[in-house]
Each structure stands twice: as structure tokens, then as C-alpha cells.
């Protein structure tokens, strides 16, 4: 079978990333691509071609090897609607800001095409349920790009549910302690316009890896979130490199990089954290009531330091518990092994399944690639065990939706999905 024939609308750090996975995977398979910049694109090209680091690879650098030289001169547009009426194409890349993932959609659907859409799939009420009532019965493949469903500790995890080795699921308590929550605020995902909440932005993978575990479908939720970190009174447009305080501010990335060894990011994301325009929380917490009595709890925070770093859950069973722990050995940078831990209620006090995943330096856990080839099979009509149907990112996005509308309301918000659960 020939390789799809694949474009990109939105080519920063997540679209061209995509491109370069389905460039090392599928030689060829890009054909065009779209944004209203090609400025990161270009860098992120240059990366791979000339072995220079600005830094915009971010979570989704690879080591592709050899990326063929014409690459860089793919047919480059600015208006959407203009590459897919020129463009010989089969599947879409949607990576552009969150905020216009459903105009996006709604084009790819006029033109007929295979969409594979960056998560959150929308950021508000009116774009999820558009998004949801055009491709649920698409007839072309339609993804959402859940990067930690693939990651192979996440599918262990779910076997292991599926085979019964903690028995019948009780309750999930799920804990998100982000050591580089500062890069939220520092970058374009700080305000309720661009991202809705950083539910969506972040929240979305982890309920996500419950709703993949566990297999119930959530019924209700209530939330409970607030700000006390981040946002002030500094200017919108200051960056750390600018400001007198650059050499002494905590939050600085300069001062950060040189007292703690923090990732230092490129300037465009070096804006400083106690910015006016800032508005969304800095931390949440959730209670979900699944199906059959099932509950879950999920927490969220974004001013923790690296050596807290903390990821995953304990999936309490009528059988035992299964702990799960994304960082598990986690040292910051290219090295990190993710642990399952599982203690059964008929076995002595030190016995358990102990399994440990080696990332081997890949982000998103080991997840990202693994993810990226589940849809090559999805578009080459292959069985695959990582599906990231629209169907899920509709799930966990009205999930991140009803969490944010309690925490505005006080209310426990009726999630009425409209959807079973029977395909997970
Ligand atoms: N799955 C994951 O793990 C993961 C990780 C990071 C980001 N993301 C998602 O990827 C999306 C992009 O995030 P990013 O970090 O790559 O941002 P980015 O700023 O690096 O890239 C976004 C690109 O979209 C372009 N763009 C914006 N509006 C556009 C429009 N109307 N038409 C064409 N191009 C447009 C911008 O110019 C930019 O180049 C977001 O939805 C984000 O939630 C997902």
C-alpha cells in the first residue's frame, strides 16, 4: 500500500513535530502544509537538516536520522481553504491553537478528508459538540492525538484492569503534580480565550488514561479550582530577557535555568509568569462518579519543583490496587522509567507485580510515536490496539468542560453523554 498522502494545518511545535514522525515512519507522505507563519516550522526543519538547537522540537523530537533536503520546500500556504482546493491530499494534521480547531474540522469535512486532530479537540461547549455531531459518523478515519494513551505503561495498565488483576474497579485517585507548570504561563496557552482552561490543556490526557483504564463512563462531576501562583500586574508583552529583575526574580527562566538547572525555553516562551492577561487557574481539583458506582478523584497543580515531579494513580480494585507512576525514576531530562505496581489482596505484605517501562529518552512517556503509528494503521485500514478516536477526545473534553462550569458554578454538573462506552 502507497503512503497517504498527508498535509498539516498549524506546523509549530506539535504540527511540525507530526510531520517529521510521519516524514521518518512514511518517507514522502507530507505533501503541504499550512500556517499563518512558517517561522517555527522553519526552525524545527532546521534542527533536524543542519544539527542546530533552537529548542522548538519540545515534546515531540525525534531522531528521525535523514530528513530529505527538498523537505524544507513542501508546498507552504497561508489560507486552509486554498491548500486543500490545490492540494492532492488524504489526511490532515490539525495543530494549529485550540481556539480553532472546529473551523478546521469543518473544513477538512468539506473537503472530504481524513482528519487527525490535536487534543483538546475544542475549548468551549458550542466547538465540542459541533466537532462531535460532524464526525461521529464520519466516514473517513478521525483522531484525537491522546500521546500518553500509547505510551506502553499506559497500555499495561489497561490489560491488566481488562484481565481482572485487581478485580472489579472501586475508585481512581489520580494525582498530576506538573514540575513544568511555569511553561504554561511563560507561552501562548495563558488565558481563557486560547486554551479555556488548563483542564483542557493538560487534565485532558490523564482523564483520558482513567477513562482508557478503568472502561466506565463518567456520569458526574464536581470541581474545585483557583489561581495563587501566577498572573499580577507585569505587562503583557514583557519577556525575562528584558526585565531589570531578569538575575533576580524566582520565576525568572534565566534565574531559574542557573539556581535549579531548569529547561531554559526559546524567547518566544520566556514571557514573564506575572503577567496582566493571565486567567486561568493555577490548580484544580476533580471528584467523578463513573458507572456502577465507580469513583475517581484527579488533582492538578503547576508550581512544583522538578524533584516532586509526580504523574499517575492508584487504581483501587475489589481485588488489589495497581499504582501507576509516569515519572516512577525520573531524573529531569532524557532519562525516565515509568512503574506499575500492583499488591493483591491474597498475597503476603511484600509480594506484588512490579513492572518498570523504560521511556528511552521519548516524551509523552514512550507515548508520542507509539500514538503517530496507531494512525498510520488507523489510515492504511490496520487493526491497532492504540485507537484515539474523536470519540474519546469528545469524552475527556465535555469531562474538562463540566469540571470547569462546576468550578465556576459551585454545581456537580450531569455529564448526559449522549455516546456508550462500549468501544473502549
Ligand atoms: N498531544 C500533545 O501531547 C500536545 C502537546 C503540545 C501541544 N498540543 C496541542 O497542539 C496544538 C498546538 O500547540 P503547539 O504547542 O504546537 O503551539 P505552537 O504555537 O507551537 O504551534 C501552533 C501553530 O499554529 C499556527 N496557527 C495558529 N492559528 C492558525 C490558523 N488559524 N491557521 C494556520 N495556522 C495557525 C501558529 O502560527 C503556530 O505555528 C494545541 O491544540 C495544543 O493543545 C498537544
Not at 525525534?62 to 492540494?87: H, V
Not at 490532515?92 to 483538546?120: D, F, G, Q, R, W
Amino acid at each position: 500500500m502507497t503512503n497517504p498522502r498527508i498535509a498539516c494545518i498549524g506546523a509549530g511545535c506539535s504540527g511540525a513535530g507530526q510531520m517529521i514522525l510521519c516524514e521518518k515512519y512514511m518517507p514522502g507522505s507530507i505533501v503541504a502544509f499550512c500556517d499563518l507563519s512558517r517561522e517555527i516550522f522553519d526552525n524545527i526543519v532546521d534542527e533536524y537538516q543542519n544539527d542546530r538547537s533552537s529548542g522548538e522540537t519540545g515534546d515531540f523530537k525525534t531522531d528521525i536520522g535523514y530528513l530529505r533536503p527538498e523537505f524544507k520546500d513542501i508546498p507552504f500556504y497561508t489560507d486552509a481553504d486554498k491548500m486543500l482546493q490545490n492540494e492532492d491530499i488524504e489526511a490532515v494534521i490539525i495543530a494549529t491553537h485550540c481556539s480553532s480547531h472546529c473551523e478546521m474540522v469543518e473544513k477538512c469535512v468539506k473537503y472530504n478528508k481524513h482528519i487527525l486532530l490535536e487534543k483538546p479537540i475544542a475549548i468551549n461547549e458550542e466547538d465540542v459538540e459541533k466537532i462531535w455531531q460532524l464526525l461521529k459518523n464520519y466516514p473517513k478515519v478521525s483522531t484525537v492525538n491522546f500521546t500518553m494513551r500509547g505510551a506502553p505503561v499506559s497500555l499495561a495498565a489497561k490489560r491488566h484492569v481488562e484481565n481482572g488483576d485487581i478485580g472489579k474497579i472501586v475508585s481512581v485517585q489520580y494525582t498530576n503534580n506538573v514540575h513544568y507548570g511555569d511553561g504554561y504561563f511563560r507561552k501562548w496557552m495563558r488565558t481563557k480565550e486560547k486554551i479555556g482552561s488548563l483542564l483542557l490543556q493538560k487534565a485532558t490526557h490523564d482523564l483520558d488514561i482513567i477513562n482508557s483504564v478503568i472502561g466506565l463512563k463518567p456520569l458526574k462531576i464536581a470541581a474545585f479550582g483557583s489561581r495563587l501562583v501566577y498572573g499580577g500586574n507585569m505587562p503583557n508583552d514583557l519577556y525575562c530577557d528584558d526585565c531589570d529583575k531578569k538575575w533576580s526574580c524566582p520565576m525568572s527562566s534565566f534565574k531559574l535555568k542557573l539556581d535549579a538547572n531548569k529547561y531554559f525555553p526559546p524567547k518566544r516562551e520566556r514571557k514573564c509568569v506575572y503577567a496582566k492577561e493571565i486567567d486561568i487557574d493555577d490548580n484544580q481539583t476533580i471528584i467523578i462518579h463513573y458507572e456502577d458506582g465507580v469513583t475517581a478523584s484527579y488533582s492538578q497543580t503547576f508550581n512544583v519543583p522538578h524533584g516532586a515531579a509526580q504523574r499517575g494513580a492508584n487504581f483501587i480494585g475489589t481485588g488489589g490496587v495497581m499504582k501507576l507512576e509516569y515519572y516512577g525514576d525520573y531524573v529531569d531530562g532524557p532519562i525516565g522509567k515509568s512503574h506499575i505496581d500492583i499488591f493483591q489482596y491474597h498475597q503476603k505484605q511484600d509480594s506484588c507485580i512490579h513492572e518498570v517501562y523504560d521511556w528511552g529518552g521519548m516524551s509523552h512517556f514512550d507515548g508520542t510515536e507509539y500514538v503517530m503509528l496507531g494512525k498510520f494503521d488507523q489510515l492504511c485500514g490496520r487493526e491497532t490496539e492504540i485507537k484515539n478516536t474523536i470519540y474519546e477526545g469528545y469524552v475527556s473534553a465535555k469531562m474538562c468542560l463540566a469540571a470547569q462550569k462546576s468550578i465556576e458554578t459551585g454545581q456537580v454538573i450531569n455529564l448526559d453523554l449522549e455516546c456508550t462506552f462500549k468501544n473502549y
